[in-house]
Nanobody, 123 residues
Framework: QVQLVESGGGLVQAGGSLRLSCAAS????????MGWFRQAPGKEREAVAA????????YYAAFVKGRFTISRDNARNTVYLQMNSLKPEDTAVYYC????????????????WGKGTLVTVSS
């Protein structure tokens, strides 16, 4: 069982930056691919970024490439999402997710989800 707790959300002006963190329980963190999803009001949840267990492979949605960076610290059981050049359309609840298979994760069906953290970008 993996428990995920997100933090770092908040209110930021357009063009600003935020760093989200996701702390995971368990002693096999490095076995899990980790990812970030988001859900804006009235929209479906969508994948934002993902990273393999070793950190050697990453995936980014087209709409965040060049602005967001996913990383992980396996010693701290934590995954991060550095978000730069934020836009009002980035406003959403951001969820952390984990799965043993990065393909399953990026297809939106990971085994484990956090409860989310709200990011609001003002114009």
């Amino acid at each position: 069982q993996v428990q995920l707790v997100e933090s770092g959300g908040g209110l930021v002006q357009a063009g600003g930056s935020l760093r989200l963190s996701c702390a995971a329980s368990g002693r096999t963190f490095s076995s899990y691919a980790m990812g970030w999803f988001r859900q804006a009001p009235g929209k479906e949840r969508e994948a934002v970024a993902a990273i393999s267990g070793s950190g050697g492979s990453t995936y980014y949605a087209a709409f965040v490439k060049g602005r967001f960076t996913i990383s992980r610290d396996n010693a701290r059981n934590t995954v991060y999402l550095q978000m730069n050049s934020l836009k009002p359309e980035d406003t959403a609840v951001y969820y952390c997710a984990a799965d043993l298979n990065i393909l399953v994760l990026t297809r939106g069906a990971p085994n484990y989800w956090g409860k989310g953290t709200l990011v609001t970008v003002s114009s």
